[in-house]
């Protein structure tokens, strides 16, 4: 999948506004939800598209937040509760969306 069509763009945007506060989810599973494409995709979609999504609880599959709008998402994770490692990563274990 080179192109991503309007379709694939609502598909993410879609399940990305269905995160709930303090929670998160990574690229892979978004794509894996969608059913096409990969991380590589969604995180097109998310740069070209996310802003009126919450973008900053879509994270790296090594819980590793965004680093677009400044490095804000980690402020933004931190004031919804989300728990951070040591090294500034997302804990996965208790924050992933299932």
Known sequence: MSRVDDEYV???LTLVEQV???RVTTYGALARAVG???PRQVGRVMALHGDAVPW???VHADGSPATCHGG???ER???EGVPL????????RTSLVP
Do not use: Q, S
């Open 85 to 92: 490692t040591g090294r500034g990563r997302v804990d996965l």
């Open 20 to 22: 709930p506060t303090g």
């Open 72 to 74: 804000t998402a980690v």
């Open 77 to 79: 994770l931190r004031e």
């Open 36 to 38: 096409t494409g990969g």
């Open 56 to 58: 900053w609880r879509v």
């Open 10 to 12: 609502e598909a993410v």
